[in-house]
T-cell receptor
Framework: DAKTTQPPSMDCAEGRAANLPCNHS???????VYWYRQIHSQGPQYIIH???NNETNEMASLIITEDRKSSTLILPHATLRDTAVYYC???????????????FGTGTRLQVTL | EAGVAQSPRYKIIEKRQSVAFWCNPI?????LYWYQQILGQGPKLLIQ????????DSQLPKDRFSAERLKGVDSTLKIQPAKLEDSAVYLC?????FGTGGEKLFFGSGTQLSVL
């Protein structure tokens, strides 16, 4: 069952910020938002995750709305190597003790162009 | 740090044959996952292990697929007999627990299976 909605594709010029949206209107209080990406012919790669607060790491920033019903992944200066499929996933905290699956949808195909 | 190792990288078999995939997770990672990714789709979880016990195998077609994780380290996934619709990339992942309720999965490069 899809818990997230993402646009199927987006384009971004190299050097510009890429803002990838995700809707998760049915998210529950103990569910994290995760982002992974998959470059062609490789396995998915973890990018970032968050619960309520905005998060930033060396790869990206994650902005979660106050009501937690949507989020945006920001790649501040996109490069050609960021061309990939980006997956937004919601998943229960491991602390709930339930075996919640990390379920991938079809993601957003980001094309970074010169 | 060594990543998740998978072999073989590619495999071509005929339908009704058997095939096995091997995965060596990152050292110290207790949780191991097998995913199936059909062309154009996102990865689909087949089975999740915690150490050498199965946590979730609800989407594993148990009439033909089997998996084991001996001694809580390496894992093998087997298909017997294979069908045309099993053509896919089989991904293995192991995970790091942040301790805050979040988890980070590390994926291998996968085994691309073609069933003719």
């Amino acid at each position: 069952d899809a818990k997230t909605t993402q646009p199927p594709s987006m384009d971004c010029a190299e050097g510009r910020a890429a803002n990838l949206p995700c809707n998760h209107s049915t998210i529950s209080g103990n569910e994290y938002v995760y982002w992974y990406r998959q470059i062609h012919s490789q396995g998915p790669q973890y990018i970032i995750h968050g619960l309520k607060n905005n998060e930033t790491n060396e790869m990206a920033s994650l902005i979660i709305t106050e009501d937690r019903k949507s989020s945006t992944l920001i790649l501040p200066h996109a490069t050609l190597r960021d061309t990939a499929v980006y997956y937004c996933i919601v998943r229960e905290s491991l602390h709930t003790g339930t075996a919640s699956k990390l379920t991938f949808g079809t993601g957003t195909r980001l094309q970074v162009t010169l | 740090e060594a990543g998740v190792a998978q072999s073989p990288r590619y495999k071509i078999i005929e339908k009704r044959q058997s095939v096995a995939f091997w995965c060596n997770p990152i050292s110290g990672h207790a949780t191991l996952y097998w995913y199936q990714q059909i062309l154009g789709q996102g990865p689909k979880l087949l089975i999740q292990f915690q150490n050498n016990g199965v946590v979730d195998d609800s989407q594993l077609p148990k009439d033909r697929f089997s998996a084991e994780r001996l001694k809580g380290v390496d894992s093998t996934l087997k298909i017997q007999p294979a069908k045309l619709e099993d053509s896919a990339v089989y991904l293995c992942a192991s995970s790091f627990d942040f301790g805050t309720g979040g988890e980070k999965l590390f994926f291998g490069s996968g085994t691309q299976l073609s069933v003719l």
